[in-house]
């Protein structure tokens, strides 16, 4: 397993992560708990994977739980990367990210994990509500207390973070060394200001759903239904939109690439991933061994620059404005990729 710096922290992460969204106690349909979550960790360990992603909101805490309860015993082991400020409750301080609501997800987290504390804490969304002041003040006081490590935010805009990275450095407070941010072959946004912004201030991107909501994993083809198994039978509403004709070009593309390299489609995706600057760590999920074993296989190799290029011209798009008119001026406002 490669490592790579957690953006420009001194903190080493495994370039695959594993994310406990398949984490849920009550035998839910398609989820792990118990032996079968320990499994799962078992087998990231073997492969170095040694870093776990987890939140509040996955499977209501229970996330957290099972994943608490599977590293039990090996705590010193793992790094713990959890998230909060979404809404964890009824009453109106139950969301966002207040001192309030900040302590009191924090405290939670750490007893759900069984921990007395976090390695890496992210902000889940931003909240435009609560000073950043206040935010940074209260994350600050935990890591001050030994309760998280380091910092980090997820799903926040180029100005949100640059907003919240520049008020750290005035007043002392810990910096983001992460982003948490969706990117894959179909869902190329993050290049446009997060990638730049990553790049000039240190901030590492941790990815996820890098298969494109599991669009990527190879069962989705040309004139073919949607495999009877997928999430995508219940969770498609909730990540972004993909026209069919643009997945399809970059399905074909990544077919006759993964017929070159021997690869798999979803191999052949990560990888791709692994090649992109800022990427610190790609957060993969899986609901059984045979799954992750897979994934697992991204690692160890890499594509070609030739391949490389036919997956980027296969996935290329028209950038909004003014990221169209700034790949006019590249003599002296280069893009990262």
């Known amino acids: ?23 849920a106690t009550g035998s839910r349909p398609g ?33 957290e739980a099972v994943l608490g309860e599977a590293i039990k015993g090996r705590r010193d082991k793992v790094i713990i990367s959890t998230k909060g400020t979404f809404r964890a409750g009824s009453g109106p301080n139950d969301v966002g990210s207040s001192r309030f609501h900040l302590l009191q997800a924090v405290e ?9 504390y976090i390695d890496v804490y992210q902000l889940h969304a931003f909240d435009a509500k609560t000073p950043v002041e206040e935010t940074l003040s209260t994350l ?21 973070l640059m907003k919240s990275l520049a008020t750290a450095e005035r007043y002392g407070y810990p910096r983001y060394v992460v982003h948490q941010a969706y990117y894959s072959l179909i869902g190329r946004d993050y290049e446009w200001e997060l990638m730049p912004l990553g790049l000039d201030q240190g901030v590492g991107a941790a990815v996820w759903s890098p298969l494109g909501w599991g669009r990527l994993t190879g069962k989705i083809r040309r004139g073919q239904p949607l495999p009877e198994v997928s999430r995508l039978h219940t ?10 004709e643009y997945l399809y070009r970059v399905v074909d ?3 006759s690439v993964a017929a070159e390299t021997g690869r798999t489609v979803a191999q052949v995706a990560l ?33 070609t620059s030739d391949q490389i290029a036919i997956l980027d011209a296969a996935s290329d798009r028209t950038r909004p404005y003014p990221y169209w008119h700034q790949s006019q001026f590249v003599e002296r406002n280069p893009p990262p990729v």
């Open 1 to 23: 397993m490669e490592y790579r710096q957690l953006g420009a922290s001194g903190l080493m992460a495994p370039v695959l992560s594993f994310g406990t969204g398949t984490f």
């Open 31 to 63: 989820f792990v708990e118990g032996d079968a979550a320990r499994r799962m960790i078992d087998i990231c360990l073997d492969h170095g994977v040694n870093m776990f992603d987890s939140s509040d909101i996955y499977s209501r805490g229970t996330a």
């Open 108 to 116: 939670g987290s750490l007893k759900r994990l069984g921990t007395d």
């Open 140 to 160: 600050d006081d935990l890591v001050r207390a030994g309760k998280i490590r380091y910092v980090g935010a997820s799903n926040f805009s180029g100005w949100h």
């Open 235 to 244: 969770t498609a509403a909730m990540g972004p939109p993909v026209d069919d």
């Open 253 to 255: 593309a990544l077919d």
């Open 271 to 303: 990888n791709w991933l692994l090649q992109r600057p800022t990427v610190s760590t790609v957060i993969i999920g899986a609901r059984d061994p045979e799954q992750l074993e897979q994934n697992l296989g991204a690692v160890g190799w890499n594509l």
